[in-house]
């Protein structure tokens, strides 16, 4: 049976303004190491961003403030980073809230929905203090792929 996090939601919405809300089939919260982990069928909405995955952990301060989320296991998510609408996918996601970076590892894919460019690679990384945007292709190239006008 799925369960709604209130607790997490309300020390989630001391930060965020908007409406946040998880659900999952299980959820450990780890008071000690300030730690929650969902597992199984989790889905995050916030506004109109939303992320799936198999399993989600959040870090806390110890004034239960989100430092750190990650994600893992069949990343499907659509979002806003930069003003820009994104859709996304891999096997891992992390954003770091004190830093303002969103890094999409394995399998990673990132398309600019209103453009349709596309980018894949094992690493990329958003930065959207600095506006920048770091693809890693070790284990296979990274790509770049977008239209553009042929004007002759």
Do not use: C, W
């Amino acid at each position: 049976m799925r369960a709604v996090v209130l607790l997490f939601a309300a020390a989630v919405s001391l930060v965020f303004a908007a409406e946040f809300q998880l659900t999952t089939d299980k959820i450990i919260v780890d008071e000690i190491n300030l730690k929650s982990t969902f597992i199984g069928n989790v889905i995050i909405t916030k506004e109109n961003d939303k992320l799936r995955a198999d399993t989600a952990t959040v870090y806390f301060n110890k004034k239960f403030d989100p430092l750190r989320y990650e994600a893992s296991g069949n990343i499907s998510a659509d979002m806003t980073i930069n003003n820009r609408r994104y859709h996304a996918s891999g096997e891992y996601l992390s954003y770091d809230a004190e830093m303002n970076v969103y890094t999409l590892t394995k399998n990673a894919f990132l398309e600019e929905t209103d453009t349709g460019r596309k980018i894949y690679g094992d690493m990329i990384s958003v930065n959207q203090n600095n506006s920048t945007y770091t693809v890693d292709g070790s284990a296979q190239p990274a790509k770049f792929i977008f239209q553009i006008d042929d004007k002759k």
